[in-house]
Structure formats: C-alpha cells, structure tokens
C-alpha cells in the first residue's frame, strides 16, 4: 500500500511539474500561433460577442471550460501527455475545408473548421488517453463560435404561430399577418430580437454545460440537452403570447411593449431555474467532481521534445489551407465602379426628393445608391450596393445584412418571384414589411459574375467560379421597394420597373 501511495506521490508531483508544465507551454504557444494563422476567424469571432447582445455569453465560455477541466483534475493523477501522432493527419485535411470555405465566403463555417483544427492539435499534442478525460471541456469551446443566425426567421415564425394559436385558445380575437399581430387592444409585432434566439443559445450553452456536471449516464445527459433546446424555444412562445394577452386583459399595449424586455428575461429566468431544480432531481452524481478510476495504470509520460515536435507539426499543417489561398490569390486587375446607378427608361423619371423612409442595411459596400422613382402615379425605390472583386473577401453576403432597417421596420412574409430586367427573366426574394402604420413590399436579388442570382447558395456557387476564372467584374446588391397601401398591384408595379432598368451584366462587366 505504502509503495503505491509512494508511487501516486511521485506521479503526481511529476504532474504539478515539469511534464504539465511544458505541455500547457506547448498548448499555449500552438494556440497563439492558429490564432495568428487564422486571425480573420478570431477576430471575427470577437466583434459579435462584442456588437451582439444574443453572443455576450460568449465572454464566459474559456472560464467554464477551465472550472471543467479543474473539476476533472483528479482525473488526471497518474495520467501524463503523450502525443498523438496520427491527429496530425486531420489538420492538413482540416486546412484544405478551410480553405474551401474561404472560397464559398461563410465565416462562420470557417470557425467551426478553425475550432476543429484546435481539437485536432490539442489531441496531437497531449493524446487521446488526456484528451478522453478532458473531452467535455475541450468540445465545449465549439460555443465560442457564434451561431444560429440563420435560425431567427423560422423562430419569429414559431413565436408568432405559438402565440396567435394561444390567444385564440383563450378566446381573445386576433388577426394575424405573419410575424404582425393584431388584437383589440393594438398591434405586435414578433420582432429579431424577440424570436427567443439570445435565450436559446444561452440556455444551449448553459444546458450542455449542466448536463455534463450533474450527470453521469448519457441518455440523462442527451436528455436534459434536448431539453435545453426544445424548452427554450417553448418558453418564448408563452412569452409573446402572455405578453400579448395582458396588453389585452389591461387594456393597453403601450403599458406592455414599454418593459417587454425586462418581463421576458424574468420569465426567462424563472424557466432557467426550474430547468436546474429538475435536472437536479435527476442527477446521477453525487455533487463530488470525478474521481480516476482506482485501476488505472500510471502512464509514462513523453519523450523531451516529442511534444514540442507535435505541436510545430500541428501549426505547419494548419498553415497548408492559408498558404495554398496566398499562392492562388492574384492581385485582382483594377476595376473602376461605376460613378452613377443602373439608367432607367422611360415613363419612369427620377425624383429629386422623393426619398422614403426604408432603407437597407448593408455592411462594408465599396459604393451605394439610393434613389426614387415614379411613372406619374406609382412611386418605387431602389437601392444598389456594388462590390469590387476582392477574390475571397467578399461582403455581398452577410449574416448582418438586412433589408430594412428592422429596428423601424417588421418582416410579415417572405418568398420568391421571378422579375423581368430587360429581355432576362430572373429570379428575386421577396418580403412584406410592416412599421409605422406603413407597408411595402421588397424584392432584392444578387449579381455575381455578371449572373443574377436570389438564393445564397447560387449567389456562393457564382462567386467561387469568379474567383477560380478570375473574374474582374464587380459584384452588386440590388433591392426595390414600393408602398402596398398606396399601390394597388405592387408586384406588377415592381416588375414594370425593373423591366426597363438597365442590364446589370453589361452595367457591371461592360462589353464582356
């Protein structure tokens, strides 16, 4: 007994040592070093946590992750790094998705391929024994990556439907036009920030986090997970839906809509509570932290220089994607934009000052237009963004992006059509916009390598073919808008104007 307790006292002084110490030098240096190589990724990363309220939380995932690997320190007695030398061959694998996720322009998808190229070389470096004990901490850092954007149209939906199925259930009348909601008492409208998607990825975070604390079996694990997805979710619903019925039952939505908010992230908390009173009824573990396994054999611990070797190895192949992007990368042939919009034939004629009040909201365009037109009895407006080739840096598409100002204006339906510019029949989005007593209608498409384009996927598909023909035509953005209340046939409307605008291929690529 006295031998093995002699012998764990050595492991464990050489744990608080040397070998520990110079593996969390190794792993520092190599995460320096990624973070250098892939700084557009990290950066990125940083001004959402900073510019969005629903990704604050993300400030607190690297000190999670560390309490979790403090709580499993005892794991760790007996148990020394040794790299694993096989991980390596997932990182150049790595850096060539990455790579082609440059090409297609989605960052976030560059993050999640840049977070996975950190795993891989944290399991190079300290090897699948360690990395298996620490698995849940490391994969927790997947929740540095912001994500789930692309969720909020789906769970405006969701809310509005929840809470129009509920008020009818209550027998309060209500009409609804998509996300806009109309009872006695006055209008709601499901706006971004109230779609739930800042508490779903919180009560994500926090519920992956939980599980992994309180339970031990991974069907109560994958459970209480599903829950902190599915609950969530559930819980805005009832929100806007209890929110909306006071307005009703007090007779006054501007007495509700002032501290909204405030009522819905009580409520909110109330619903994190009970989710940790319940899933601490469940719990299959004592409150202890983990303890080793009592038959677990000591592990000698890595050659000298073995793990510094790995995590060279590690960055060097993480570098393959990059540079591979630097020797295709050509400096782009200088391309003027133009200095005035598309032309517009005739009957349609300029308006000096016949600006409305929509406007889209667009990101990190080289060069913007924004004008109004009329035929004498109708009014449209139109706005056009252009883009230099840039070769993977492109803005065209981005997740913060809007097509109207959504802090004035509501999105109540979306869609697709298909428009006339010149003798080209092409596809554009459309959208109805409430705010303001007012609505409109939008419709917006892309031009991407002198190819007019609606869907994200076809805009993606476009700008990799000019990137690998090297393209030097300009990419643009173009949307127009007219008043549904004051047009009678808005789409017809739309559609007569955009038939005499000005080809957008021969507007931006010229005689090409």
Known sequence: ?????????????????????????????????????????????????????????????I???????????????????????RALLLIPLLSLAWFAASVFGVLEIRQFVVMTIVQATLLGILGWRVYRLLMAPLLYLYFLVPSGEFLVPSLQDFTANFAVKGLQLVGIPVFSDGTVIDIPAGTFAVAEACAGLRFLVAAVAFGVFYATEIYQSPVRRA????????????????R????????????????????????????????????????RIFSDRDGSPPKRDPEQRPM???????????????VLLAAVGPALGDAIDKAPARVVLKSTAPNVAMPWQRLANGASNWHPRVM????????????????????????????????????????????????????????????????????SISGGGKRRLVWWFYVVDGTTAASVYDVKRHQVHAYLTRS????????????LVATADAERTLNDYLRVNEPMEGYLCGSR
């Open 300 to 314: 000698a611990p890595a050659r000298r220089f073995a793990m510094a070797l790995t995590g060279l190895l590690a």
């Open 1 to 61: 007994m006295s031998a093995s307790l002699e012998t764990q006292g050595g492991w464990m002084t050489d744990l608080a040592g040397g070998v520990w110490r110079k593996a969390i030098l190794v792993v520092a240096v190599c995460l320096a070093a990624l973070g250098a190589i892939f700084h557009q990724e990290v950066v990125g990363a940083f001004q959402v946590w900073v510019g969005s309220a629903t990704y604050n939380h993300c400030f607190l995932i």
């Open 472 to 483: 030097g035509c300009p990419s643009a953005f173009v949307a127009v808008s007219t008043d």
């Open 364 to 431: 990190l365009s080289d060069r913007e237009f924004a004008d109004t037109f009329t035929d004498g009895s109708v009014r449209v407006d139109r706005y056009v963004a252009l883009y230099l080739p840039r070769g993977r840096d492109n803005n065209l598409i981005r997740s913060d992006n809007r097509i109207a100002d959504l802090e004035h204006w509501n999105i109540t339906a979306r869609g697709r059509a298909v428009a006339q510019i010149g003798s080209e029949r092409v596809p554009v989005n459309t959208a």
């Open 240 to 279: 806007a839906f209890g929110l909306i019925a006071a307005a009703e039952a007090f007779g006054s939505a501007t007495a509700i809509e002032a501290d909204h908010i405030t009522y819905g992230w009580i409520f909110f908390s109330m619903v994190l509570v009970a989710l940790i009173f319940i899933g």
């Open 223 to 238: 459970i209480y997970m599903a829950l902190s997805v599915v609950v969530p979710i559930i819980a805005n619903g009832l």
């Open 63 to 85: 000190p999670i992750a560390l309490f979790m690997i403090w709580q499993r320190r005892e794991l760790l007695v007996g148990v020394a790094p040794r790299p694993e030398y």
